[in-house]
T-cell receptor, first 115, second 115 residues
């Protein structure tokens, strides 16, 4: 069964520092990949997605992610963290086996940004 | 586009009571999903509708859970004889399927507390 691993349940960075949140998936067939952000007591907001084509995808709020098939990874980065980036981030996949009908989420990474 | 809405936002109930949640998807979206999110975890898929047809149910959806989407518009999720283990955030999402690149748009969720 498809699974998603997010390495590091908590990540702390200083304002202005690089943000790197890691995501690895288990499928041998490249899935569609997503990153969502969740602020406290809110639903999930889509940051970016990869389906096909260019492996480096850009999203909202200055985030980007690179799909690496050989590493089965889809890590999320942002060159310079802002205080407003503090939130929980979820990596998710959906694939052809499931008819692209459901998202499988990782456990999430809580990002803290310090002044 | 008013987004996905969910009501109520919070529900506190006593064990053994029945509860019902409502989700109103983005109006042109034909697919609707329910997920459950417990503290510190990513959302887990519960069920999925295409128009009014319920096409997939997770093993997480016990016999006490039932979901409907009459006329392919709003959806309801009912939990009968609630248990403390049902305490969670219940998230609804909608999508256009292939036409929308399988992106799912989430509502703010309904937080259920069973005492």
């Amino acid at each position: 069964a498809q699974s998603v691993t997010q390495l590091g349940s908590h990540v702390s960075v200083s304002e202005g520092a690089l943000v790197l949140l890691r995501c690895n998936y288990s499928s041998s067939v490249p899935p569609y990949l997503f990153w969502y952000v969740q602020y406290p007591n809110q639903g999930l907001q889509l940051l970016l997605k990869y389906t096909t084509g260019a492996t480096l995808v850009k999203g909202i709020n200055g985030f980007e992610a690179e799909f690496k098939k050989s590493e089965t990874s889809f890590h999320l980065t942002k060159p310079s963290a802002h205080m407003s980036d503090a939130a929980e981030y979820f990596c998710a996949v959906t694939d052809r086996g499931g008819g692209y009908n459901k998202l499988i989420f990782g456990a999430g990474t809580r990002l803290a940004v310090h002044p | 586009d008013t987004g996905v809405s969910q009501n109520p936002r919070h529900k506190i109930t006593k064990r053994g009571q029945n509860v019902t949640f409502r989700c109103d998807p983005i109006s042109e979206h034909n697919r609707l999903y329910w997920y459950r999110q417990t503290l510190g975890q990513g959302p887990e898929f519960l069920t999925y509708f295409q128009n009014e047809a319920q096409l997939e149910k997770s093993r997480l959806l016990s016999d006490r859970f039932s979901a409907e989407r009459p006329k392919g518009s709003f959806s309801t999720l009912e939990i009968q004889r609630t248990e403390q283990g049902d305490s969670a955030m219940y998230l609804c999402a909608s999508s256009l399927g292939l036409q929308g690149g399988y992106e799912q748009y989430f509502g703010p969720g309904t937080r259920l507390t069973v005492t």
